[in-house]
């Protein structure tokens, strides 16, 4: 009997450590939209709460499982005779009743803080910038740092300051999207026509990973973005810099490409701008702006990284990307609304770009910086 | 009434596939709806299997964007609406009326009419495959990606209309339970000595029929504004996008107990026969039951807690989420307690029962997480959503449904499963449920989302998808095993007799398989687990060793059982070419210009007609023709 029981033991014991090992490996902070690694108050208080709501569900798992093998050892058929008929016992019942009762107050208790901390900006006068979700991209709109009438507009990497509170408006001008970045802030979806609020804050700079997380169709997948979290200043001087148009270069394939690009034939700039400042409230064009499309560190949703070994946009890397992208858009990013339905260089194939074209379509966009 | 309308004659074939056609017989009925929901459920399997091997490795393209995108959404609607739901509907068919004690359905013919419309919807969801239009906008159906605008072509009109005829055959279905399980129980059957399964089976179909008709308003309004432009979810034309995410989960949610409450009704059979006890707190456990479906109604923002719907709202539903938990538990527990002090045996319907137990538990630790409005906000949409769902439904519901189908497979077939073939089905399952879905817990919190059809290597997501991928096979060779186990004991297993697992409720009493009437007798109930304690009985009386069954078959001849019909079937051929019809019945092309298309249109004008004149025939053909002396017209 002695034996028997040692057995069960550790049979239990060894099921346990499984599955605590497993959960320990699970935990994986350095990965870049882990959960586990958060790098602003937001993220933080989520990971707060899911660590105490683990542990209440851990002592729960462990106890239920470990009593299903007990009982499944213990109480193994071992002759025909029949059991006691036990039909219930009221306190047992009570008991099992009332206990999680408990349990779950205490859990609701700091849940409902944490909704309305999160939900509630803490400052509405800070920063606030304007995301809108496209298929399959992110916008960003940053209020004109002169002119409070004006806004800047930017795709696939939010810039902000850090330490400081910025307000997100939620847009969608399609379906419905949602904005996450995981070390950050959790989801809130993007719904058209029902714009959403949300409060985000970095601790320190650094590059971080965000993604779609609500089906939105064919390229759910690669509808992607990424966070720069920099200094005040940092920040600051970044903002202006967008607000200026890009530096004319004097190469005359450069000048090639903007003819190109603002042809009818292509018809790039049906719907694609080249100038960041408009009007606050103004919808932007179809496309993402390209007014300093070159200094981007992807393209297409974060399909094509346009960064080298140091986390640094390469300039030799964006010709390349550029140029993967103008060719054959449809194989980089199948299903993408330009290749698909609009842009004529793709949908007539009569007005396909020519090698000479497109060389001088990548030089001039990768001129804008 | 004597002769029958439109001058065909009453179905008169013992054997073969017009017996089939024209069966009433709930048995018969249960068997066509169990095995046409695992033929349907294994397509969803292999849906998944594709999905898996696509996700097997980072940056693959064996599969183009558009078709994973159709292969979630087709294995979501199929396993919830062709798998679990008819697998449920084909216990409630089978097990229903013999642990009632009743001879059959309150209404028979409606019975076979709900399963050939069930049959109907799923061929429209299916066909679709071979017809390129495959529906592609998950499960869920979110407005306004499912509208015209973002999605042309004919798929989600498919999944509209499938899902349409599907509720036909479930509403139906539903009435014609509450009728039996209220009316035609055994005399001295009082509510609370049903069987547990017939309990969960009654408010099944009371959620059913309140739930249905909010996805049929959703979807028909959906029909319309992609059909012929009304503007419900037209966001362009000022709707709220919202709208359709309230009313499919007010309707999603009672959805998901209409799936899980029958598992644990099965539960709930099992593990006191196996345990050699009754259920423990078997009033506390059906009142969990009922708390369980009516708190069902009062959650269903939870799935929309990053819609936006403010602080106040998101704090009350985390609230009613965590109290659901509380009867849950309570089943839990007694479960637990059914086994503590038993006498129990290990067989396979008992490992699928406890391993059901022991997932269900996991599932719902889980869905506790995802009720913390707060925290949620990371999980929602990832694969540790993914991983809830397969926990509640496929390491429950599932394992359920398994657990019943070795349980009750002796009474269906007269014949024993292969125990060995059924242990080692039962242990590819639970580790390859294990090893497949527990690893979506850490991709999920690793921010892997859901429903992307590639992923980046570099994410940290490589390897646990991998292990998923290898769990998936090994969940496929449990199932070979279970095919070939079940088609070879059907035909060649050992005889089984009446009463194999010593059990506790009225089907045990008669012979396996059953006679088409069930019971010669209707008994008289004068116990809970009756069964149990009438051998109990017998026992002290000493009489001869209870053999189930009796052998009292010669006064069968006397019995009136309701004749074979080909209505119901013609209805639901008339609702399925119907159907069929609506799906194509306005083309958009890429301008925003509505064509009819006049083929569609005739073929829906014939199916309805299908449809009118099989409803006409049906109400006038008599449940049982008069037999020729007329000598047993009074005996009923």
């Given at each position: 009997?002695?034996?028997?029981?040692?057995?069960?033991?550790?049979?239990?014991?060894?099921?346990?450590?499984?599955?605590?090992?497993?959960?320990?490996?699970?935990?994986?902070?350095?990965?870049?939209?882990?959960?586990?690694?958060?790098?602003?108050?937001?993220?933080?208080?989520?990971?707060?709460?899911?660590?105490?709501?683990?542990?209440?569900?851990?002592?729960?798992?462990?106890?239920?499982?470990?009593?299903?093998?007990?009982?499944?050892?213990?109480?193994?058929?071992?002759?025909?005779?029949?059991?006691?008929?036990?039909?219930?016992?009221?306190?047992?019942?009570?008991?099992?009743?009332?206990?999680?009762?408990?349990?779950?107050?205490?859990?609701?208790?700091?849940?409902?803080?944490?909704?309305?901390?999160?939900?509630?900006?803490?400052?509405?006068?800070?920063?606030?910038?304007?995301?809108?979700?496209?298929?399959?991209?992110?916008?960003?709109?940053?209020?004109?740092?002169?002119?409070?009438?004006?806004?800047?507009?930017?795709?696939?990497?939010?810039?902000?300051?850090?330490?400081?509170?910025?307000?997100?408006?939620?847009?969608?001008?399609?379906?419905?999207?949602?904005?996450?970045?995981?070390?950050?802030?959790?989801?809130?979806?993007?719904?058209?026509?029902?714009?959403?609020?949300?409060?985000?804050?970095?601790?320190?700079?650094?590059?971080?990973?965000?993604?779609?997380?609500?089906?939105?169709?064919?390229?759910?997948?690669?509808?992607?973005?990424?966070?720069?979290?920099?200094?005040?200043?940092?920040?600051?001087?970044?903002?202006?810099?967008?607000?200026?148009?890009?530096?004319?270069?004097?190469?005359?394939?450069?000048?090639?490409?903007?003819?190109?690009?603002?042809?009818?034939?292509?018809?790039?700039?049906?719907?694609?701008?080249?100038?960041?400042?408009?009007?606050?409230?103004?919808?932007?064009?179809?496309?993402?702006?390209?007014?300093?499309?070159?200094?981007?560190?992807?393209?297409?949703?974060?399909?094509?990284?346009?960064?080298?070994?140091?986390?640094?946009?390469?300039?030799?890397?964006?010709?390349?990307?550029?140029?993967?992208?103008?060719?054959?858009?449809?194989?980089?990013?199948?299903?993408?609304?330009?290749?698909?339905?609009?842009?004529?260089?793709?949908?007539?194939?009569?007005?396909?770009?020519?090698?000479?074209?497109?060389?001088?379509?990548?030089?001039?966009?990768?001129?804008?910086? | 009434?004597?002769?029958?309308?439109?001058?065909?004659?009453?179905?008169?074939?013992?054997?073969?596939?017009?017996?089939?056609?024209?069966?009433?017989?709930?048995?018969?009925?249960?068997?066509?709806?169990?095995?046409?929901?695992?033929?349907?459920?294994?397509?969803?399997?292999?849906?998944?299997?594709?999905?898996?091997?696509?996700?097997?490795?980072?940056?693959?393209?064996?599969?183009?964007?558009?078709?994973?995108?159709?292969?979630?959404?087709?294995?979501?609607?199929?396993?919830?609406?062709?798998?679990?739901?008819?697998?449920?509907?084909?216990?409630?068919?089978?097990?229903?009326?013999?642990?009632?004690?009743?001879?059959?359905?309150?209404?028979?013919?409606?019975?076979?009419?709900?399963?050939?419309?069930?049959?109907?919807?799923?061929?429209?969801?299916?066909?679709?495959?071979?017809?390129?239009?495959?529906?592609?906008?998950?499960?869920?159906?979110?407005?306004?990606?499912?509208?015209?605008?973002?999605?042309?072509?004919?798929?989600?009109?498919?999944?509209?209309?499938?899902?349409?005829?599907?509720?036909v055959a479930s509403l139906a279905a539903s009435f014609n339970f509450i009728v039996t399980i209220v009316n035609m129980r055994a005399p001295?059957?009082?509510?609370?000595?049903?069987?547990?399964?017939?309990?969960?089976?009654?408010?099944?179909?009371?959620?059913?029929?309140?739930?249905?008709?909010?996805?049929?308003?959703?979807?028909?309004?959906?029909?319309?504004?992609?059909?012929?432009?009304?503007?419900?979810?037209?966001?362009?034309?000022?709707?709220?996008?919202?709208?359709?995410?309230?009313?499919?989960?007010?309707?999603?949610?009672?959805?998901?107990?209409?799936?899980?409450?029958?598992?644990?009704?099965?539960?709930?059979?099992?593990?006191?026969?196996?345990?050699?006890?009754?259920?423990?707190?078997?009033?506390?456990?059906?009142?969990?039951?009922?708390?369980?479906?009516?708190?069902?109604?009062?959650?269903?923002?939870?799935?929309?807690?990053?819609?936006?719907?403010?602080?106040?709202?998101?704090?009350?539903?985390?609230?009613?989420?965590?109290?659901?938990?509380?009867?849950?538990?309570?089943?839990?527990?007694?479960?637990?307690?059914?086994?503590?002090?038993?006498?129990?045996?290990?067989?396979?319907?008992?490992?699928?029962?406890?391993?059901?137990?022991?997932?269900?538990?996991?599932?719902?630790?889980?869905?506790?997480?995802?009720?913390?409005?707060?925290?949620?906000?990371?999980?929602?949409?990832?694969?540790?959503?993914?991983?809830?769902?397969?926990?509640?439904?496929?390491?429950?519901?599932?394992?359920?449904?398994?657990?019943?189908?070795?349980?009750?497979?002796?009474?269906?077939?007269?014949?024993?499963?292969?125990?060995?073939?059924?242990?080692?089905?039962?242990?590819?399952?639970?580790?390859?449920?294990?090893?497949?879905?527990?690893?979506?817990?850490?991709?999920?919190?690793?921010?892997?989302?859901?429903?992307?059809?590639?992923?980046?290597?570099?994410?940290?997501?490589?390897?646990?998808?991998?292990?998923?991928?290898?769990?998936?096979?090994?969940?496929?060779?449990?199932?070979?095993?279970?095919?070939?186990?079940?088609?070879?004991?059907?035909?060649?297993?050992?005889?089984?007799?009446?009463?194999?697992?010593?059990?506790?409720?009225?089907?045990?009493?008669?012979?396996?398989?059953?006679?088409?009437?069930?019971?010669?007798?209707?008994?008289?109930?004068?116990?809970?687990?009756?069964?149990?304690?009438?051998?109990?009985r017998r026992r002290e009386r000493r009489e001869v060793p209870v053999v189930a069954g009796g052998s009292e078959q010669e006064d069968a001849?006397?019995?009136?059982?309701?004749?074979?019909?080909?209505?119901?079937?013609?209805?639901?051929?008339?609702?399925?070419?119907?159907?069929?019809?609506?799906?194509?019945?306005?083309?958009?092309d890429a301008a925003g210009v509505r064509t009819l298309n006049y083929v569609a249109l005739i073929t829906t004008v014939i199916g309805v007609?299908?449809?009118?004149?099989?409803?006409?025939?049906?109400?006038?053909?008599?449940?049982?023709?008069?037999?020729?002396?007329?000598?047993?017209?009074?005996?009923?």
């Amino acid at each position: 009997m002695v034996k028997h029981y040692r057995r069960l033991w550790r049979l239990i014991g060894l099921t346990m450590l499984a599955a605590a090992l497993a959960m320990l490996f699970g935990c994986t902070p350095n990965d870049p939209q882990s959960t586990f690694d958060a790098h602003g108050p937001v993220a933080q208080s989520q990971l707060n709460l899911f660590w105490v709501i683990l542990i209440a569900g851990a002592v729960v798992f462990f106890a239920v499982q470990g009593a299903i093998i007990y009982l499944i050892i213990k109480f193994r058929r071992r002759d025909e005779s029949i059991p006691k008929q036990t039909e219930g016992n009221h306190a047992l019942e009570f008991a099992w009743t009332a206990g999680p009762t408990v349990l779950l107050i205490l859990v609701a208790i700091p849940t409902i803080f944490t909704i309305f901390d999160n939900e509630v900006s803490p400052d509405k006068n800070a920063l606030t910038v304007e995301v809108i979700g496209h298929q399959w991209w992110f916008e960003f709109r940053y209020p004109h740092p002169d002119d409070p009438t004006k806004e800047v507009i930017f795709a696939n990497d939010l810039h902000i300051p850090t330490d400081e509170v910025v307000n997100v408006v939620l847009e969608s001008v399609d379906v419905i999207h949602s904005f996450w970045v995981p070390k950050i802030a959790g989801k809130v979806d993007m719904v058209p026509r029902n714009a959403n609020t949300m409060w985000i804050k970095a601790d320190r700079p650094g590059f971080y990973y965000g993604q779609c997380a609500e089906f939105c169709g064919v390229q759910h997948a690669n509808m992607r973005f990424r966070v720069i979290a920099q200094p005040r200043a940092e920040f600051n001087a970044w903002l202006r810099a967008q607000a200026e148009p890009a530096i004319e270069s004097q190469d005359p394939l450069v000048a090639q490409g903007r003819k190109v690009f603002t042809s009818p034939d292509a018809g790039c700039s049906g719907c694609h701008a080249t100038g960041s400042v408009t009007n606050k409230g103004v919808a932007g064009r179809v496309g993402p702006n390209l007014t300093h499309v070159a200094t981007r560190t992807n393209f297409a949703g974060g399909v094509l990284d346009n960064r080298d070994e140091n986390g640094l946009v390469n300039d030799a890397i964006v010709q390349r990307n550029l140029r993967m992208w103008i060719e054959d858009p449809e194989s980089v990013k199948p299903g993408n609304i330009m290749a698909r339905d609009i842009a004529a260089p793709y949908v007539d194939p009569d007005r396909a770009l020519t090698e000479a074209e497109l060389s001088a379509l990548v030089a001039y966009l990768s001129s804008l910086k | 009434m004597t002769t029958i309308p439109l001058a065909i004659p009453r179905p008169v074939h013992p054997t073969g596939i017009w017996s089939w056609v024209t069966t009433i017989d709930h048995k018969r009925i249960g068997v066509l709806y169990g095995v046409t929901a695992f033929i349907m459920f294994f397509s969803g399997g292999i849906e998944a299997m594709l999905i898996r091997v696509q996700l097997m490795r980072p940056e693959q393209t064996l599969i183009t964007p558009e078709i994973f995108n159709q292969l979630f959404t087709m294995h979501a609607t199929t396993m919830i609406f062709l798998g679990v739901m008819p697998l449920s509907a084909a216990f409630f068919n089978f097990v229903v009326p013999l642990q009632i004690g009743a001879r059959d359905v309150a209404f028979p013919r409606l019975n076979a009419f709900s399963y050939w419309t069930f049959l109907a919807g799923a061929l429209i969801l299916k066909l679709s495959w071979f017809t390129h239009a495959a529906p592609n906008g998950g499960w869920f159906g979110y407005s306004p990606l499912t509208g015209i605008t973002y999605n042309l072509g004919h798929g989600i009109d498919v999944w509209i209309l499938s899902l349409q005829v599907l509720g036909v055959a479930s509403l139906a279905a539903s009435f014609n339970f509450i009728v039996t399980i209220v009316n035609m129980r055994a005399p001295g059957m009082g509510l609370m000595r049903m069987p547990l399964f017939t309990w969960m089976t009654l408010v099944t179909a009371i959620l059913l029929v309140l739930a249905f008709p909010v996805i049929t308003v959703a979807l028909i309004e959906l029909y319309f504004d992609r059909a012929f432009g009304m503007n419900f979810f037209n966001v362009a034309a000022g709707a709220n996008a919202v709208l359709w995410q309230h009313l499919f989960w007010v309707f999603g949610h009672p959805e998901v107990y209409i799936l899980i409450l029958p598992a644990m009704g099965i539960v709930s059979e099992i593990l006191p026969v196996f345990s050699r006890k009754p259920l423990f707190g078997y009033a506390t456990v059906v009142l969990a039951g009922v708390i369980i479906a009516f708190m069902g109604w009062m959650v269903w923002s939870h799935h929309m807690f990053t819609v936006g719907l403010g602080p106040v709202a998101n704090s009350v539903f985390t609230v009613t989420t965590m109290m659901i938990a509380v009867p849950t538990g309570i089943k839990v527990f007694n479960w637990m307690g059914t086994m503590w002090g038993g006498s129990i045996s290990l067989k396979t319907p008992m490992l699928f029962a406890i391993a059901f137990v022991s997932m269900f538990v996991i599932g719902g630790i889980s869905g506790v997480m995802h009720a913390v409005a707060a925290s949620d906000a990371q999980q929602q949409d990832t694969y540790f959503i993914v991983a809830h769902i397969h926990y509640v439904l496929f390491g429950g519901a599932i394992f359920a449904i398994l657990a019943g189908v070795y349980y009750w497979f002796p009474k269906l077939t007269g014949r024993m499963y292969d125990e060995k073939m059924g242990l080692w089905h039962f242990w590819l399952m639970f580790i390859g449920q294990n090893v497949t879905f527990f690893p979506m817990h850490f991709t999920g919190l690793n921010g892997m989302p859901r429903r992307i059809y590639a992923y980046y290597s570099g994410m940290g997501w490589d390897f646990w998808n991998l292990v998923s991928t290898l769990g998936a096979f090994i969940l496929a060779a449990g199932f070979v095993i279970f095919i070939y186990n079940m088609a070879r004991s059907w035909r060649n297993g050992e005889q089984a007799s009446a009463d194999p697992w010593d059990g506790r409720t009225l089907e045990w009493s008669i012979p396996s398989p059953p006679p088409e009437y069930n019971f010669v007798e209707i008994p008289h109930v004068q116990d809970r687990d009756d069964w149990w304690e009438e051998k109990q009985r017998r026992r002290e009386r000493r009489e001869v060793p209870v053999v189930a069954g009796g052998s009292e078959q010669e006064d069968a001849h006397d019995i009136h059982l309701p004749q074979p019909s080909y209505w119901p079937f013609f209805v639901s051929l008339g609702l399925f070419i119907a159907g069929f019809g609506l799906v194509y019945l306005m083309n958009m092309d890429a301008a925003g210009v509505r064509t009819l298309n006049y083929v569609a249109l005739i073929t829906t004008v014939i199916g309805v007609c299908i449809g009118i004149v099989s409803v006409y025939a049906w109400s006038f053909e008599p449940v049982n023709d008069p037999e020729p002396g007329g000598e047993h017209a009074a005996h009923h």
